[in-house]
């Protein structure tokens, strides 16, 4: 268990999921966070985390700190998210093993398990199929981020976990309609037509893919859940079961952000993975539940995005 005295390192503090990861554990009243600007310290330069890690000798490291995007991104930069990935986790696991720091929680991403994964997911299914080739690049690096989770605990029994959210969206997000996730994407697209009073939105390919959304607040509360108990295995789903279509989600963003106009479908892009549910029963069985439900999420983001427009 980790006490509000503990010293904690969270890596990417100032993203979507390291920023909602500062604002619970100052809530739960932990006063003693550590944490560096990428400016300030290039989690990419080994020499440099040995150093930081070696001064600062935290009691828990959360690392929040990745390169990331939606299919687009994976697709146009795929040694950048293999290999800046890889230097990111490596070098804070293989420093925090170093200097013997006990307790590190690492955070990846639903999209680690095969493409046409059996529904819904279980965290055994890892490494059994071929990953989706759209997003593989950023899968990857994950999945050697979980295994040297995995390596640590069986070397030398730490409490290291890795926690596997599904989609995530809320305040901080990425808006770029190129670069971002599908549903940050949308309320940008949404928001900009309906300003500019546009009559058409184009969406990317056909709008029948399923996907499992949960709030990052949610996997705050998650993480700060796994600071507090003792972890018996190496890697957990964690998911909201808030799952609808594509369409379904853009018919939602749509009545959100007050667009009136069309939406038109363009089979031509990728649709990318079909399905991708988490099966989170080991991890909620632990007596975590996600608290904010789809619908209420999206109103607070996009009320959230439109303050700082």
């Given at each position: 268990m980790i006490s509000t005295s503990s010293k904690i390192y969270v890596a990417g503090h100032n993203g979507m999921v390291g920023s909602a990861t500062i604002r619970k554990l100052k809530k739960e009243g932990y006063k003693n966070l550590i944490f560096k600007t990428s400016k300030d310290l290039d989690l990419r330069n080994q020499s440099l985390v040995d150093r930081f890690i070696i001064q600062n000798k935290p009691d828990l490291i959360i690392n929040a700190a990745a390169i990331v995007g939606g299919i687009w991104a994976n697709n146009e930069y795929p040694f950048k998210f293999l290999m800046e990935n890889m230097q990111i986790q490596n070098n804070l696991i293989n420093a925090a093993v170093n200097n013997k720091i006990e307790n590190f929680i690492f955070l990846g991403s639903s999209c680690i398990y095969p493409r046409n994964a059996q529904q819904p997911i279980k965290e055994e299914y890892l490494l059994t199929s071929s990953l989706e080739s759209t997003n593989q690049w950023y899968s990857l690096a994950k999945i050697s981020g979980v295994k040297l989770i995995e390596a640590v605990r069986k070397v030398y029994g730490y409490n290291y976990v890795s926690l596997m959210p599904t989609n995530l969206y809320g305040p901080n997000d990425n808006f770029d309609p190129i670069t971002s996730h599908v549903l940050p994407g949308m309320i940008a697209k949404f928001h900009n037509a309906k300003i500019n009073n546009e009559k058409i939105v184009t969406l990317w390919g056909d709008g029948s893919p399923l996907r499992e959304f949960l709030h990052v607040d949610d996997l705050a509360n998650a993480i700060y859940f796994t600071t507090q108990?003792?972890?018996?295995n190496y890697l957990y789903n964690v998911g909201s079961n808030d799952e609808v279509s594509i369409n379904q989600l853009a018919e939602i963003i749509s009545e959100v952000t007050g667009y009136k106009g069309d939406i038109i479908w363009d089979p031509t892009y990728p649709?990318?993975?079909?399905?991708?549910?988490?099966?989170?029963?080991?991890?909620?069985?632990?007596?975590?539940?996600?608290?904010?439900?789809?619908?209420?999420?999206?109103?607070?983001?996009?009320?959230?995005?439109?303050?700082?427009?």
């Open positions: 108990n003792r972890m018996e649709n990318g993975t079909y399905r991708k549910k988490l099966d989170s029963s080991n991890f909620t069985s632990m007596g975590w539940e996600p608290k904010i439900k789809l619908y209420e999420g999206i109103r607070q983001v996009y009320f959230s995005y439109i303050k700082v427009k």
